[in-house]
């Protein structure tokens, strides 16, 4: 099995797709970091339609609740020193924590989105920053309880807009049985995408979702970076090892936009073709570019939700053999505030195994699986049969 992977040649390169009988679709690449494309009028009027409907007849559940876990209870379970947490958030290993290692943990951690001004009324409110420089050192971290954070939003009251993602999503399957539209549509993917089919048909089910006025998702990477030791959640029945490090290894995002949103509600690529990527100046005190509510506009690239259209790209490079490498950090991007009207939007994601021999003995397993149950069910209509030729 091997990965093809579309070129880019160079942004704003169009290049003609044959999709559908009787239609020419032209992908234009929107970016090389990360190889970005979009397709317009991937989905008909009509599709469209199909889809959003499918999602209200099924039901649209909050994509994030807004309680988070106890840490302190989480912190007493690893028994972690105040010492081992210091150096686990000083990701640069400078002895001092900078606001954004404060900021980026707090948000995976409880889903909540501190500002970096919150971080200073929380850094006033307890005086743990006596030398007032914006940085804590070990001694002053001390100061901090492991709930601060939480504590501190807890009392001031949490708002969905203060959640990382703030919409409601539901997952529809794409397999033998399911709507047409809905099986056509992953049969169009994996046309675009190139991918062996048996690779489409493992991936996760469409993810549709809606954004009510004031609706958001900040910026974040669709799929974690991957380190000798992580484990897919796709794959995990064929690891031989269970691993404390998991990622849903989402090697490809096709994105359908499925209205036409009134005002906002675009998609942000913030370091679409930057020189560099760090994570440290992301996050400066005055913009945060990962911020989609307030910062969209300084972000490098953004796409307008156009009813029917599709973007998809590449949330990890190429080892170079034809498989799935490191992640693509510039893959980072976010759905700006819808400020007028709600936003339709579906996922198809593409789960791909870095480790090639995990995918394969995974999808092995499947197969195996599958011929078993049309073994099983052909034994059982035998059965029918015969009894009915016995009556
Ligand atoms: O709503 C958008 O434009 C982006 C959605 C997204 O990034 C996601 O659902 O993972
Ligand atoms: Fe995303």
């Given at each position: ?8 040649i160079?942004?704003?390169?169009v ?5 559908v ?9 929107l ?25 209200q ?13 106890g ?23 400078d ?5 954004h290692?404060?900021?980026t ?23 743990v920053?006596?030398d007032?420089n914006?940085?804590?050192?070990l001694?002053?971290f ?18 969905r ?29 994996t046309?675009?995408t ?10 996760e ?27 897919c ?12 490090f ?9 994105l359908?936009?499925?209205?036409n949103?009134?005002e906002?509600?675009e ?7 930057n ?43 190429s ?10 950090e ?19 994601w ?10 394969a ?15 099983i ?6 059965q ?8």
């Amino acid at each position: 099995m091997y990965l093809p992977r579309i070129e880019g040649i160079r942004v704003g390169h169009v290049q003609k797709v044959s999709l559908v009988p009787g239609k020419v679709h032209e992908m234009k690449t929107l970016s090389l970091k990360p190889l970005l494309f979009e397709i317009p009028e991937f989905l008909s009027e009509e599709e469209c339609g199909v889809v959003v409907r499918l999602a209200q007849l099924k039901g649209l559940m909050e994509s994030q609740v807004m309680v988070p876990e106890g840490q302190e209870e989480l912190n007493q379970q690893l028994n972690l020193t105040p010492e081992e947490i210091f150096n686990f958030l000083d990701l640069n290993q400078d002895g001092q924590l900078q606001p954004h290692e404060i900021l980026t943990h707090s948000r995976v951690r409880d889903g909540i989105w501190l500002t970096s001004e919150n971080l200073k009324e929380i850094y006033d409110g307890l005086k743990v920053d006596q030398d007032g420089n914006g940085l804590l050192n070990l001694e002053e971290f001390r100061r901090l309880k492991s709930d601060a954070f939480q504590r501190f939003l807890l009392q001031r009251g949490v708002e969905r807009s203060q959640l990382v993602r703030n919409s409601r999503h539901t997952w529809l399957y794409q397999g033998q049985g399911a709507h047409q539209v809905l099986q056509d549509l992953r049969k169009r993917v994996t046309t675009l995408t190139r991918l062996p089919s048996s690779l489409v048909e493992l991936s996760e089910p469409l993810q549709v979702v809606r954004y009510e006025q004031g609706g958001h998702y900040h910026a974040h990477h669709d799929s974690g970076p991957v380190y000798p030791e992580t484990a897919c959640t796709h794959t995990r029945l064929a690891a031989n090892t269970t691993s404390p490090f998991q990622t849903s290894c989402r090697y490809i995002t096709v994105l359908f936009y499925l209205n036409n949103v009134e005002e906002g509600g675009e998609t942000t690529f913030p370091v679409a073709d930057n020189r560099t990527y760090e994570e440290a100046s992301l996050i400066q005190n005055d913009v945060d570019l990962l911020d989609t509510r307030k910062h969209c506009d300084k972000g490098n690239l953004r796409v307008k939700p156009i009813k029917g259209t599709a973007v998809f790209w590449y949330n990890y490079l190429s080892d170079g053999r034809g498989w799935v490498g490191e992640q693509d950090e510039y893959s980072l991007h976010g759905g700006c505030v819808v400020t007028r009207g709600t936003k339709w939007v579906a996922n198809n994601w593409i789960n791909v195994d870095p480790d090639y021999q995990r995918q394969a003995r995974y999808q092995q397993l499947v197969s195996q699986q599958q011929e078993q149950e049309e073994i099983i069910s052909e034994l059982n209509s035998d059965q029918h049969i015969e009894r009915h030729q016995d009556l």
